[in-house]
């Protein structure tokens, strides 16, 4: 088996085992090349990872946000849109045997969702998404709100339209979701 290393002829004619200074050279610099385009590589896949995973957590925000609206309105009797960035659902009311009766509306039943600031307080810029009760119970549903828009379509059909846009160092992500919501369907 051949050796891997050069023989080389010293001046008093003695030959030496090693690497000639241009062998260690072009070793060094094709190492240098492999180093770059390994570096390269892994910075590119760590933010393809990081847009991939800003993108999933944004849509996944605004999805569970319109479902929650979604799941309150298939139950409304009557909703209304004070303001366009605010949905109030009126649910059925009980009768004595604790059944709902469809076709009466219980107006100090209620669920609202609005878009606010961080302390719930309604603002057609506010960043949050909250669900609010008559109970007085309120919570932030959905963060980084850029757009929620709810408009009646018929007397029981809402369109509701969230933007949710998410930013991470250099990265961003926006997701729109948009439902044309139908309730009470068996009246």
Same mark, same amino acid.
């Given at each position: 088996?051949?050796?891997?290393?050069?023989?080389?002829? *010293? $001046?008093?004619?003695?030959?030496?085992? =090693? !690497? *000639?200074? %241009?062998?260690?050279?072009?070793?060094?610099? +094709?190492?240098?090349? %492999?180093?770059?385009? $390994?570096?390269?590589?892994?910075?590119?896949?760590?933010?393809?990872?990081?847009? @991939?995973?800003?993108?999933?957590?944004? =849509?996944?925000?605004?999805?569970?946000?319109?479902? /929650?609206?979604?799941?309150? +309105?298939?139950?409304?009797?009557?909703?209304?849109?004070?303001?366009? !960035?605010?949905?109030?659902?009126?649910?059925? $009311? +009980? #009768?004595?045997? #604790? !059944? !709902?009766?469809?076709?009466?509306?219980? @107006?100090?039943? /209620?669920?609202?969702?609005?878009?606010? #600031?961080?302390?719930?307080?309604?603002?057609?810029?506010?960043?949050?998404?909250?669900?609010? &009760?008559?109970?007085?119970?309120?919570?932030?549903?959905?963060?980084? %709100?850029?757009?929620? &828009?709810?408009?009646?379509? *018929?007397?029981?059909?809402?369109?509701? &339209?969230?933007?949710?846009?998410? *930013?991470? =160092?250099?990265?961003? $992500?926006?997701?729109?979701?948009?439902?044309?919501?139908?309730? +009470?369907?068996?009246?």
């Amino acid at each position: 088996m051949k050796s891997m290393h050069s023989f080389v002829r *010293t $001046s008093r004619g003695v030959s030496r085992r =090693g !690497y *000639t200074l %241009v062998e260690a050279l072009v070793a060094a610099g +094709l190492l240098a090349i %492999v180093a770059a385009a $390994s570096t390269s590589m892994l910075v590119m896949i760590a933010r393809m990872t990081e847009s @991939t995973r800003l993108r999933s957590t944004t =849509g996944e925000s605004a999805a569970l946000a319109m479902n /929650w609206m979604i799941q309150d +309105l298939q139950e409304a009797a009557s909703a209304s849109v004070p303001l366009s !960035y605010q949905l109030r659902i009126f649910y059925p $009311s +009980l #009768d004595a045997a #604790d !059944y !709902y009766d469809r076709f009466v509306v219980d @107006t100090s039943s /209620w669920v609202e969702f609005v878009r606010a #600031d961080a302390a719930g307080v309604p603002s057609s810029s506010g960043g949050y998404l909250f669900r609010k &009760t008559n109970s007085g119970s309120s919570r932030r549903i959905c963060s980084d %709100v850029s757009s929620f &828009t709810a408009a009646l379509v *018929t007397a029981n059909a809402v369109r509701l &339209t969230l933007q949710v846009r998410r *930013t991470h =160092g250099s990265q961003s $992500s926006t997701v729109t979701v948009s439902q044309h919501v139908v309730f +009470l369907t068996n009246r």
